[in-house]
Structure formats: structure tokens, C-alpha cells
């Protein structure tokens, strides 16, 4: 079954700092993988989302991912932390079937 | 218009009231959407509609029933819940069924709580 494993359920950077935020997937065929943010009290936004045309996927608001299947990995990165940046953040893969699932989440604090 | 407007934004019940959420969206998408979502936990699948029509149902008791009158429109009754269901319930939508890459848009939600 398809799944995926988001590593740490809080991250805290400093503003102006690298943001990572860890995904890795389990699949026996190449997954279709999405990136989504929840601001506070707010439903999903899609950050990004990788359907196999390029492995560094370009996403809003300055993020990107890596698709590495030799690691089953799809990294969010974002070289410069801002304020306005914390938020949850769900990684998700889907289904043939059509059905999204999500990970258990990463939130993410940025201090000043 | 991308946007997908859930309506009641709150809505406080007990436990042997009826209620309903109301989802619409004007984007011409014909896949729908219900999730329910408890505090600090990933979005879970409750309903599928694909063309109107109940594709996917995620074994959710009958105290809630989904509705889909039209292709913009998407219903959630509620009745006799119990105070574990008070949670926020998302809708949302995507352009086509079924389809593994499609993007997902999402409501804000109703915070339901049950008392």
C-alpha cells in the first residue's frame, strides 16, 4: 500500500534560514507526490506536486522539491525563511483510484 | 473564481440535532470532496463524488450523509452525532476524477462541535 512518512512533526528556523521539511514515500510503483500548506484555521493550499515530467519541481511562495527515487524521498525546500511561511505542512500521495493521502504533518515555527 | 466556499464557517450542535454543511464551487470541476480533519492531525477521506455520483465511500457511519444535487454543489447531513465528531470538515474539489496528478482545491471549513 501506498503511504507516506513525514520525519518530524515540528520544525523551528530562524527567519532568513533554510527551510526542510522531510517526506520519504512507499510504493511499488512510481507514486504521484504533492506538497499541501495549512495556514490557521484555513483548508489546503497545493504547494507543488511531482507527475514524473522533472524531478526539482517548482512550487508558490519560493518552495521547491526533489524527487529522489533512489532514496524514496521528496525533500520541501525554501533557501529563505519567512514569517508568513508558518504554517502546517501536509506531504501526500495518491492513489490510482484517485484518493489523496496524507501524511501526519509537519508544522512549521519561523523565529525572528 | 477558484475557490471553493464552504458555508457554515462554525456550527455548534448536540448530539440529537440535524444539521447541514454546504460546499459549492463555480469551476466546472466534476469531482468532489469531503474531509474530516481533528486538531493538529492530516486530512481524512470521508466521500468521493465523480460526475454526481457516490464513487467512494470510506466505510463513514450513516450519521452522516453526503448529497450532491447538482455538479456545483455538494451537501453534508448530519444527524445524531456524538462528541467525537466534532472536527473541521473540508470540502473539496478537482477537475477530473480519478485522475492521480489532479490538484485538489480546498474550502476553508466548518468547524463542527458537538455537544
Known amino acids: 500500500a501506498q503511504s507516506v512518512t513525514q520525519l518530524g512533526s515540528h520544525v523551528s528556523v530562524s527567519e532568513g534560514a533554510l527551510v526542510l521539511l522531510r517526506c520519504n514515500y512507499s510504493?511499488?510503483?512510481?507514486?504521484?507526490l504533492f506538497w499541501y500548506v495549512q495556514y490557521p484555521n484555513q483548508g489546503l493550499q497545493l504547494l507543488l506536486k511531482?507527475?514524473?515530467?522533472?524531478?526539482l519541481v517548482k512550487g508558490i511562495n519560493g518552495f521547491e522539491a526533489e524527487f529522489k527515487k533512489s532514496e524514496t524521498s521528496f525533500h520541501l525546500t525554501k533557501p529563505s525563511a519567512h514569517m508568513s511561511d508558518a504554517a502546517e505542512y501536509f506531504c501526500a500521495v495518491s492513489y490510482r483510484t484517485g484518493k489523496l493521502i496524507f501524511g501526519q504533518g509537519t508544522t512549521l515555527q519561523v523565529k525572528p | 473564481d477558484t475557490e471553493v466556499t464552504q458555508t457554515p464557517k462554525h456550527l455548534v450542535m448536540g448530539m440529537t440535532n440535524k444539521k447541514s454543511l454546504k460546499c459549492e464551487q463555480h469551476?466546472?470541476?466534476?469531482?468532489m470532496y469531503w474531509y474530516k480533519q481533528k486538531a493538529k492531525k492530516p486530512p481524512e477521506l470521508m466521500f468521493v463524488y465523480s460526475y454526481e455520483k457516490l464513487s467512494i465511500n470510506e466505510s463513514v457511519p450513516s450519521r452522516f450523509s453526503p448529497e450532491c444535487p447538482n455538479s456545483s454543489l455538494l451537501n453534508l447531513h448530519l444527524h445524531a452525532l456524538q462528541p467525537e465528531d466534532s472536527a473541521l470538515y473540508l470540502c473539496?474539489?478537482?477537475?477530473?476524477?480519478?485522475?492521480?496528478?489532479?490538484?485538489?482545491?480546498f474550502g476553508s471549513g466548518t468547524q463542527l462541535s458537538v455537544l
Open positions: 469551476m466546472g470541476h466534476r469531482a
Open positions: 511531482y507527475t514524473s515530467a522533472a524531478t
Open positions: 473539496a474539489s478537482s477537475q477530473a476524477p480519478r485522475a492521480t496528478d489532479e490538484k485538489l482545491f
Open positions: 510504493s511499488s510503483v512510481p507514486p504521484y
